[in-house]
């Protein structure tokens, strides 16, 4: 019998999961794609798993006896999303928005283990290594009336493969060679080679699923205006600039219990980008949740707190297109003299821990063993030479423009006046990040590339050759290579020995990133506010169908 990767369990997880939580990347967007260490989780499931503890400051509201409320709206400070349309979105703080009007065909728990209760598809069936066959859930309704069709399931996964499209999760469901519908409720999925990481992905955003005819009404628009998805919530408003509004959806499907979720009757991101703003916001009620800096805890003592380590990778992104960074001599010196524990410290108090690489503490195939390039000026200086780069040379650096990527980006233009760099930098906000990668107009990008379930999620993305976010990586085949060996090994082990070669390469070799700090996404909740242990998925984003506002 073939050995089921995607059901089998007791494997190695790291995460640390503390009352319930929702990370800071996730409510502002202070990178590309958006927290260290967590405790070893040996009975942990496949895939990844979590834990949930009581947390270090106040609890977290418990439902009552009678179970949790159904009724109430709670308002959190938000980032405002850029690309309200799954198929097309790139930001990972944009997965909060998504999650809140779209289902996913096959989703996972808390521990990224694949569940059929969460899921479009009731059931999946792995055929052979190539063949799945999964049956759809009946009577799913989509927010625009239409019912959920094998058809639409279709539509969705072409789209997202159609270099047209240009989907940010191309890379999820590229082992996907063909889509067939042999009724309204079964769909078969023929796959080009096995592939451990894909049902794990559909759990993305590219098995978010939509209407298909809410998509065929114009991609663009779905951009703007997403009601086409068969979520917890339905999109009542979207006004740029304030806030986000969304309200109970009546037909939702699933259940806790006996009871219909979601909970709240309305759900509203207020986009706040000024903490003190915030914080003056939580204290009066005006909202009931907000992301908050771990040196800040100490200034919520009368709130309930969620906290989630490894969330996301904060880097340094070096473009090999343009000079002088196209030298990876220029790109090592760089990152030698990136001072990790400084920026701990500075930044963080030393709570987020300094990163090796792009692989999280937060997920299974994390290796401690992994080396990056550590903090030597002398080091640095002795690689600028050879590439005969002159003192006083001027780079570019894109920031945005929030007041922790200002701090973060300024004591980064500190460390490379040390080595006799000089860097310019560039403020902006979330929607100019991306374009900014692909047009090549500055040598580095400050961003945090945010975990996924499965390591191919954000490598397929933003490493291997092809992904949506590559723009300006050198060409590394051997690193292509190792992705794909990992993504179609089911031995998990195996999957983790394949990993760890490829952050080297990465980090040393060719030196994409100068790696900073893995994040720590920490919040303070009002006590009204219930069902925090559910908030966090297993790849360390929010989902809010389960939280409750309790008298």
């Known amino acids: 019998m073939m050995d089921n990767y995607w059901t089998r369990k007791a494997t190695s997880r790291r995460r640390l999961l503390k009352g319930g939580a929702v990370t800071a990347t996730a409510f ?34 418990s439902p009552t006896t009678s179970g ?53 598809a009731e059931k999946w069936e792995i055929k052979s290594p190539t063949e799945i066959v999964l049956t759809l859930r009946q009577g ?8 959920l069709t094998a058809e639409d399931v279709k539509y969705n996964i072409d789209l997202v493969l159609d270099p047209a499209t240009k989907s940010a999760a191309r890379g999820d469901l590229s082992p996907i060679e063909s889509v067939t519908t042999p009724d309204a409720k079964t ?30 009404a114009g991609m663009k628009e779905y951009s703007t205006k997403p009601n086409g998805g068969s979520g917890p919530f339905r999109l009542d408003n979207w006004t740029p600039k304030e806030r986000w509004a969304v309200s109970r959806n009546p037909e939702y499907w699933r259940k806790a219990g006996s009871t219909q979720l979601p909970y709240l009757q309305k759900l509203t991101s207020r986009f706040i980008t000024d903490p003190a703003v ?20 100490a200034k919520f003592k009368d709130f309930a707190f969620a906290e989630f380590n490894g969330a996301a990778a904060v880097t340094t992104w070096l473009d090999s297109t343009i000079a002088p960074t196209s030298d990876v001599r220029v790109r090592q010196a760089l990152a030698y003299a990136y001072d990790r524990k400084s920026l701990s410290e500075v930044l963080t108090g030393g709570v987020e821990a300094p990163a090796i690489g792009i692989i999280t503490p937060a997920q299974w195939a994390f290796d401690s063993s992994v080396q990056a390039p550590n903090f030597d000026v002398k080091k640095a200086k002795e690689l600028l030479a050879a590439a005969g780069i002159a003192k006083g040379t001027k780079v570019k ?53 945010s975990m996924r379930a499965d390591p191919h999620g954000i490598l397929g993305l933003t490493i291997r050759k092809g992904g949506a976010l590559t723009a ?26 394949l990993y760890t070669t490829m952050q080297d390469l990465i980090s040393n070799k060719y030196c994409m990133h100068a790696w900073e700090t893995y994040t720590v996404g920490l919040i303070a909740a009002s006590k009204k506010v219930g069902g925090l242990d559910t908030v966090f998925g297993g790849e360390g984003k929010p989902r809010f169908a389960e939280l409750s506002l309790q008298a």
Request: hydrophobic letters at 40%; proline letters at 4%.
């Open 472 to 497: 300006g990586l050198p060409s590394a085949p051997d690193v292509d290579d190792l992705i794909d060996k990992a993504s179609q090994t089911y031995d998990q082990a195996e999957r983790k020995k």
């Open 140 to 147: 799913v309704k989509f927010a625009n009336g239409e019912t």
């Open 278 to 297: 915030a914080q003056a916001a939580l204290q009066n009620g005006e909202i009931q949740l907000m992301p908050i800096s771990s040196t800040d805890k």
């Open 68 to 120: 949790p409320k159904v009724g109430g709206e709670l308002s959190y400070a938000g980032a405002e999303p850029v690309d309200g349309n799954p198929l097309t979105s790139t930001l990972g703080g944009e997965h909060e928005y998504h999650w809140q009007l779209h289902d996913n065909l096959i989703a996972y728990d808390q521990k990224a283990q694949l569940d059929a209760s969460r899921s479009l």
């Open 187 to 216: 769909v078969n999925l023929k796959l080009k080679a096995p592939s451990a990481s894909l049902l794990t992905l559909l759990g993305d955003r590219g098995g978010m699923i939509v209407s298909k005819k809410a998509l065929q």
């Open 28 to 61: 502002a967007v202070t990178g590309l794609l958006g927290a260290g260490c967590g405790d070893d989780d040996d009975d942990s499931n496949s895939g990844g798993g979590a834990t949930t503890q009581p947390g270090s400051g106040s609890p977290a509201a």
């Open 397 to 449: 650096a894109f920031s945005l423009g929030i007041e922790a990527a200002k701090r973060r980006a300024e004591l980064v233009q500190g460390f490379l006046k040390a080595i006799d760099i000089d860097m310019e930098i560039t403020l902006g906000d979330a929607s100019q990040l991306v374009p900014t990668l692909m047009a090549h107009t500055h040598h580095m990008i400050f961003a945090s590339m």
